[in-house]
């Protein structure tokens, strides 16, 4: 059954004078469920789905898209979706084109789940979402560093754990706009640490000007990377991991 969760996140700098507001849309749903939504899509966008060959690449183009468009409209209703793509830049990155804004978004995707953020340009933010699979743990741990292995062993998270840093480093390299192109020892976890149930805080080793939030709901996990200086409603990061139910 198509589901689509929504709503928006409040970010503030340290001395919370200035706010930030970030829609969010979590949506899941098999093709022809997603395809009740594709009013959303522009001319240019819907062109593009057709063109690709395979379901599977189908479904992820939809998930990023719609949600992408649902994120969008948390922060601004009078945008008309269809009058606004979303197009890859050259490492793959998304560019939302036609909208004077100056709104961005970042997306992911899993299986049969996508989310976005929507977030205006001047206060980046990275996600990305995983689903736990045990059977890639050995392979997860070969990209990880002799630190990090330990680290997860420290904190009881030692199978988790792996899946934890994956998605941190996914979502700091949407960020910063190069993908997966970087050695992932440039992206080494600096700490770990528990804030409250289901919300964890991350630092890198290398880019210390982002810090990372990060939690469970259902089987995976999703993690956001904002600027380090940041405050936020925990109640409101503890709701959204939790707003998707599968």
Known sequence: MLSIQKGTLNLFREDETISYEVG????GGDIL???????L???????????????????SYLLGRL??????????????????????GVFGFPVVKGNSKNIQ???SHSDNIGVSLAYYEEYPIGIDIEKIDFDKISIIKSYMTE???????????????????WTMKESLSKIIK?????????LEIQSIKK?????????????????????????????????????FSYDEFTSFFLSYHS
């Open 24 to 27: 969010y849309c979590f949506i």
């Open 195 to 231: 804030l409250q149930d289901n919300i964890w805080e991350s630092s890198f080793v290398n880019f210390t000007q982002y810090k990372i939030i990060s939690g469970f709901f259902n089987d995976h996990i999703c993690s956001i990377t904002i600027p380090r200086k940041t405050n």
């Open 105 to 107: 978004v970042n997306y």
């Open 67 to 88: 949600s992408s468009k649902i994120a969008i409209e948390q922060l601004d209703n009078d945008i008309n979706p269809q009058n606004i793509s979303i197009v890859n």
């Open 147 to 165: 630190r990090e292995i330990q680290m997860v062993k420290d904190i009881d998270l030692e199978k988790e754990g792996a899946f934890f840093l």
């Open 41 to 59: 899509l522009s001319e240019d966008e819907r062109n593009r789905y057709i063109g690709f060959k395979y379901p599977l690449r189908r479904l």
């Open 178 to 186: 190069t993908g997966l192109t970087l050695r992932l020892d440039v």
């Open 33 to 39: 469920e997603l395809l009740e939504l594709t009013y």
